[in-house]
């Protein structure tokens, strides 16, 4: 009885600070977008029924081939590194995937799925080093770095049998076939040449090693199995004009040499049943392909193809070559390279980084992060996975309907003479009259429906809503390409464009001061204005005198006295400012090293360094740093207590908080520094933990706080939120400040920091504050959690106020303060992902929408997430379940009620006056 | 012809006229006029009206009365300002308007309050009384004032200007270059 009691006591009491999101609005303010990451063709394995990826981002996932969606995927960071990392298939429907560990890259992480359900038949973790080589034959065959080279069972991942190379050989890869397992490697003296190990026994079959290239010092080597025999080709290094073959399958291998018709850059050679097929590209990036037959030990060039604009690929037993607009297939046998067909298709322009292929379809790959599957009818699905590897994000703010079109008038209309302005203005509001039945309707909609949704935005326009949710996030890839999506239409792509700075990469974006231009700037000083808002490139520049060698490293945007600067920050401490004009007065710069902190100061068109703010010993490191968003706005100066006294927050706009840990004693430390003058401002310390510093301290700045994190396994397993509220001085009512300037120079007290620390059990992997148009709300903790999941954590929650081991005095409960208690649940409430699994999110960007409730979230690394926040409530908009039918009936019930008892007391008073009636 | 006593009884409201037939006809039988007369006939002395003076002194103190009534609620309105605690609601909301709005009314109608015990004798004594009558009235808004500090409407506290005190400017421009 008495839990119960409490239970419910203590859910009234955090009714208040916990809101989740309503059922009714998952899924409609919010989307998301699954990712896989980057491709590489070693990592994919084409089938008819599957598209099984094991992507640059430790994502292992099946694609439907015959749409391109996700089947299913897991993300793999804990348990498997894409480099080295080989996927093969199992059986006809198992995938086989072996990996080293990202902890201990000495053990290979092996582990069998079906590719239809994604379920883990078995795993194993296997000691002796990465793995070099896999080969499947029933059972799994596979090479590790460390000389080892080990059965498993295909059925049950146990280990069969383990044999260990002798000394002096380095592991070059292994094939299984027909009883025996031949295990190339390579001897410092003899050459390239292979082991013959009995499959059954994994005996040693014969005590030999069989050298097949002498002279293959150091080679590149590639291994071709399955389709036809299993083929070894190397090639000596620096050699771009042969190619020496070797056929695995003879029972005494003989080298070949190939020599192509054209010097080659690369090649993919791919054995079919009479022989090999080469697909070289040449010096000058035309490919080719050519055909060879084997017979009575030699080989024998059969057929070719024409050197050609195009990249080729062999599929199972078929060539297929990709040029800009169509596909060609081509039969292999062993008499010529015959042509099949050619489709015309609209690939994407960007070039072509791979292509691979199966006997119907091809999977490829361009520079722009795009992956188009085609078959030899046109192309299948494409998928942008450009979107994983983000530089940068920026929210664009679209105009309002009708704006655009009145501003430069209402501007004209101020200055002319009245008389022409006024006619002007009639002019306008008669077209506008044009718009008028449109306008009606649309109302009548929205008002009888209550809802603001209800009337849809064109995709392709360009205009906003009415509560401003509609933007553009324009995202930067580290292919050089920009993306913008659309929030109001669940990511949808509104403009793309590739390749923006001309093979530069970006280094950031920014919003210039006109409201829809932004600044692309790139590593080596290439400048590009684009309208973010259509994606149009207005203008391509170098930065003038750009040192040579030098690179930008960042862009920064400030504004001082009302002018936006925009500048790039470069490795040679340069700054370049991009707007035009620079600034007049002294600006203080401020940038992190590794293990410092370097203060510069601005003036007279030179950059001087100023100070440097080292950490107390060599061992720490500097894992993140973080200032307060300049364009956050401040509402109240103090913080009203229960006794409606003040406490004066502390606001010193040149707070940077320098998060650093110490991999040698697991510790954490936080430093609290003005960055105008370098000085230090607060400490902490957290030198009694067990830091988790590979995931290093994240720290945000709010307004007059600070909230930092880190996992740490002791006193208490977890994450470790810490909140320090900064304020002016801990006694009430007291403000230095008041009624002078700040300066970082004069000698102000320190803050008074109050600072509270709480458990979250799960790891958090970034932090952000949320911003209000104005300040008003709240500000909110956006945190990403390796759960895959979003949270939303309350500041009110995670406040440094709350009494300790007693219940609040009433003037506390009057500021909402709760008892203390350490631990921050990971309540279902908190998360603002719901049912979707947001993965590998490392960054989060926040925008205010029109209204002053509402906030816009987005989270990107690999997946892509957005949602609208309120942390305090949707006060200024009415409830979707507002029934605004009954208010207009009743007020219309009103009305007749009004019109029929009016004339009624009217006639009642005058019979009064007249005497007639008591 | 002598003026019938009737008529002298009609017309004449002096106590002369009353008393004179009192003697001229008997009284109506059981009518005992010592028991009704007797606290002032006791020791034989004539019934008489009041004064001009001792009525001006009854009209100064009835007055009195009238002023000093206010004082008389004053702890019952305290007492219940105190115990209806701080706390916004409709009961004591009405009751501090109450406080405010009842004194203002018998503020604004003290001359005709007062006019009935007014006259040219007693002008400067019931000015008094009014003065007394004011400042008790005042002395209930006074507890009003006191009921709304307590609920907390009285900018009194330093949280009640925050609004009006402006961030400090900063001199100096920092920049973080992430």
């Not at chain 1, 990392?85 to 059986?91: A, E, F, I, V, Y």
């Not at chain 1, 401003?468 to 050089?480: P, S």
């Not at chain 1, 609208?868 to 200024?876: A, C, E, G, K, L």
């Amino acid at each position: 009885m008495h839990v119960r009691l409490l239970s419910l006591l203590l859910t009234l009491t955090f009714a208040t600070l916990v809101c989740g999101l309503f059922a009714d609005e998952a899924f409609v303010v919010d989307w998301h977008v699954a990712s896989i990451g980057s491709i590489d063709p070693s990592r994919a394995i084409l089938s008819p029924d599957s598209v099984a990826v094991f992507s640059d981002s430790s994502v292992l996932a099946s694609l439907d081939p015959g749409n391109g969606t996700v089947r299913w995927r897991y993300f793999l960071r804990e348990s498997a590194v894409p480099r080295p990392s080989l996927l093969l298939k199992l059986d006809s429907s198992a995938i086989l995937l072996a990996a080293a560990t990202p902890a201990d890259a000495a053990i290979t992480h092996i582990a069998a799925w079906i590719e239809d359900s994604g379920y883990l038949i078995w795993e194993a973790y296997l000691t002796g080093g990465a793995p070099v080589g896999v080969s499947v034959a029933g059972d799994v065959y596979i090479l590790q770095s460390g000389g080892k080279v080990r059965r498993v069972s295909h059925l049950t991942g146990s280990e069969v049998w383990e044999y260990s190379l002798p000394e002096g050989h380095s592991p070059v890869d292994i094939v299984a076939s027909k009883g025996k397992v031949l295990i190339i490697t390579r001897k410092q003296d003899s050459g390239l040449g292979y082991f013959t190990v009995n499959a059954e026994s994994g005996e040693m079959a014969s005590d030999r090693f069989v050298v097949v290239d002498k002279n293959a010092a150091a080679v590149s080597f590639s291994k071709s199995e399955g389709y036809g025999a299993d083929i070894l080709s190397w090639t000596a290094p620096g050699e771009t004009s042969t190619i020496m073959v070797a056929n695995l399958s003879d029972t005494t291998p003989s080298v070949h040499t190939i020599t192509p018709k054209h010097l080659y850059a690369s090649f993919s050679l791919a054995s079919t049943s009479t022989g090999v097929v080469v697909a070289f590209t040449g010096l000058d990036g035309k490919s080719w392909a050519e055909s060879y037959s084997s017979s009575r030990g030699k080989l024998t060039l059969v057929g070719s193809t024409d050197p050609t604009e195009s990249a080729s690929a062999v599929g199972a037993g078929k060539l297929f070559e990709i040029s800009k607009g169509s596909i060609s297939s081509f039969t292999l046998d062993s008499v010529d390279v015959n042509a099949e067909g050619t489709t015309e298709v609209s690939f994407p322009s960007s070039p072509i980084e791979f292509v691979t292929c199966s006997s119907s379809a091809c999977l490829v790959g361009y520079q722009n992060g795009e992956y188009v599957f085609s078959s030899t009818t046109g192309v299948t699905w494409t998928r942008d996975e450009s979107v994983t590897n983000v530089v940068s994000a920026i929210f664009m703010e679209l105009e309002e309907e009708g704006q655009t079109a009145s501003l430069g008038e209402v501007l004209f209309e101020e200055n002319a003479a009245p008389l022409q302005a006024y006619i002007h203005r009639v002019k306008r509001h008669w077209n506008a009259l044009a718009g008028l039945p449109q306008y009606l309707i649309s109302f009548f909609h929205r008002f009888l429906s209550g809802d603001y949704d209800a009337v849809p935005i064109d995709p392709n326009s360009t205009v906003s809503d009415t509560f401003g949710f509609r933007k553009f996030i324009v995202l930067a890839t580290t292919q050089g390409g920009l993306r913008a999506l659309d929030t109001a239409h669940a990511g949808a792509l509104a403009w793309k464009v590739d390749d923006v700075l001309q093979s530069d990469t970006i280094v950031g974006i920014v919003r210039s001061d006109a409201k829809d231009r932004l600044f692309v700037v790139g590593a080596f000083g290439s400048v590009a204005y684009v309208n973010g808002v259509t994606g149009k490139i207005i203008a391509l520049s170098k930065i003038a005198q750009f040192g040579l060698g030098d690179k930008v490293e960042s862009v920064i945007t400030f504004t001082d006295d009302g002018v936006q600067y925009v500048a790039a920050w470069t490795a040679h401490a340069q700054l370049h400012f991009l707007s035009g004009s620079t600034p007049s007065k002294p600006v203080y710069f401020s940038k992190a090293t590794e293990s410092a902190i370097v203060g510069f100061i601005y003036k007279e068109d030179r950059l001087i360094h100023t100070w440097k703010f080292t950490l107390p010993t060599s061992s720490y490191r500097i894992t993140s740093v973080a200032s307060r968003d300049p364009d956050d706005t401040t509402v109240s100066v103090g913080r009203v207590l229960g006794d409606r006294s003040v406490l004066y927050k502390y606001l010193n706009p040149h707070i940077l908080a320098v998060a650093a840990v110490d991999d040698a004693t697991k510790s954490a430390a936080l430093f609290l520094i003005d960055d105008v003058t370098g000085r230090l401002l607060y400490s902490s310390f957290h030198d009694d933990e067990v830091v988790d510093t590979a995931a290093g301290v994240k720290v945000v700045v709010g307004e007059h706080w600070v909230v930092y994190s880190y996992w740490s396994e002791l006193a208490t397993r977890g994450e470790k939120l810490v909140v320090l509220d900064l304020y002016e001085s801990d006694i009430r009512n007291v403000r230095w400040s008041e009624g002078q300037n700040f300066s970082s120079f004069a000698d102000t007290p320190l803050p008074f920091v109050q600072g509270r620390g709480y458990l979250f059990p799960e790891h958090i992997t970034s932090l952000a504050v949320s911003r209000s148009r104005f300040g008003i709300t709240n500000r909110d903790i956006i945190a990403t959690l390796d759960t895959a999941q979003v949270a939303l954590l309350r500041k009110r929650l995670l406040d440094a106020r709350r009494p300790i081991n007693r219940e609040p005095t009433n003037d506390e409960k009057e500021e909402g303060l709760v008892k203390y208690d350490a631990l921050i649940g990971n309540d279902k409430r908190f998360i603002v992902s719901h049912v979707y699994k947001v993965i590998g999110t490392e960054k989060t960007v926040c925008s205010p929408a029109h209204l002053e409730s509402t906030v816009l979230v987005f989270s990107y690394g690999l997946d892509l997430f957005f949602t609208r926040i309120t942390p305090s409530q949707p006060f200024d908009l009415l409830s979707k379940s507002f029934n605004k039918g009954q208010l207009l009936l009743t007020i219309f019930a009103l009305l007749v009620a009004v019109r029929f008892t009016g004339p009624m007391v009217r006639r009642k008073q005058l019979n009064m006056r007249w005497g007639t009636q008591k | 012809m002598a003026t019938p006593v009737w008529l002298t009884s009609y017309t004449e409201l002096s106590s002369n006229a009353v008393k004179k037939p009192s003697a001229s006809y008997p009284d109506p039988p059981a009518f005992n006029k010592e028991i009704i007369l007797n606290t002032k006939t006791k020791h034989g002395k004539e019934i008489l009206g009041p004064t001009p003076e001792e009525r001006d002194t009854l009209k100064v103190k009835k007055a009195w009365e009238i002023a000093l009534a206010p004082s008389k609620s004053l702890p019952m309105n305290a007492i219940m300002s105190y115990f209806s605690g701080s706390s916004l609601q409709i009961f004591s909301l009405t009751m501090t308007f109450m406080l405010f709005s009842n004194p203002v009314k018998a503020i604004a109608n003290v001359g005709p309050t007062f006019a009935r015990y007014e006259s040219d004798s007693t002008f400067s004594r019931i000015l008094q009384t009014k003065l007394v009558f004011i400042a008790l009235q005042l002395a209930t808004m006074a507890v009003g004032v006191w009921k709304m500090g307590s609920m907390g409407v009285l900018p009194t506290k330093r949280s009640d200007w925050l609004a009006w005190e402006s961030e400090t400017l900063v001199l100096e421009k920092g920049v973080f270059v992430s």
